[in-house]
């Protein structure tokens, strides 16, 4: 019975994960010019290794 639950937990888990690494990533910043400077660098960071942004 132990390894049945570690093996749903591992599947839940497993999902999960998977789920998460398709979300949507969204950048924001301060209204500031240094906070706009990083928004937009984290931003181009992000799109130059494929990680989808808005």
């Given amino acids: 019975m132990f390894s049945v ?3 749903a937990f591992a599947a ?7 789920a998460s ?4 990533v ?12 990083l928004g937009n660098i984290i931003q181009l960071v992000l799109n130059a290794n494929n990680i989808k942004t808005t």
């Avoid at 690494?21 to 949507?24: G, K, P």
């Avoid at 969204?26 to 400077?37: L, M």
């Fill in 5 to 7: 639950r570690k093996l």
């Fill in 12 to 18: 839940m888990a497993l999902g999960i994960a998977t």
């Fill in 21 to 24: 690494a398709n979300a949507q």
């Fill in 26 to 37: 969204v950048v924001s910043s301060k209204i500031d010019t240094e906070g706009g400077v």
